[in-house]
């Protein structure tokens, strides 16, 4: 278990390295506001991830799609399919943005995902 610390003003970053082939899935972190514990489920959450170059949309995982709540926590993850279709090579980049329940809407954790190819494929 996670718990994500946000830097007054700014986003948490986190970089990735992905295999391609492999299921892939984040941590699982708990999530304050306001230094209080509260329940990941009762937000609404968007996860994009594009291309470094060029802003290509690769993806968006969104509640129930791709995002998870495991114990009230938030958790988010990539399909086997999914890292497959990256490209060796290429950087992604990412950014989690969180609507809460008021429809305050932060950005709260950005980063880089790193495909590297599987000595062992799929």
Partial sequence: ????????????VKNYT????DTFAS???????????VDAEDSA??????T?????L???????SGITFPDGKFQWGLTAAQTAAMVAGKRYKYDIQRTRPDN????FQKGVLIPVKDTTPP
Avoid at 2 to 12: C, F, V
């Fill in 1 to 12: 278990m996670s718990t994500i610390k946000i830097p007054p003003g700014g986003q948490y």
């Fill in 18 to 21: 992905v295999y391609m082939g």
């Fill in 27 to 37: 941590p699982a972190y708990t999530v304050k506001d306001g230094g209080v514990v």
């Fill in 45 to 50: 959450w968007k996860l994009r991830i594009e």
């Fill in 52 to 56: 470094e170059k060029g802003g290509t």
């Fill in 58 to 64: 690769f993806v968006l995982l969104t509640n129930g």
């Fill in 104 to 107: 305050v809407v932060k950005t």
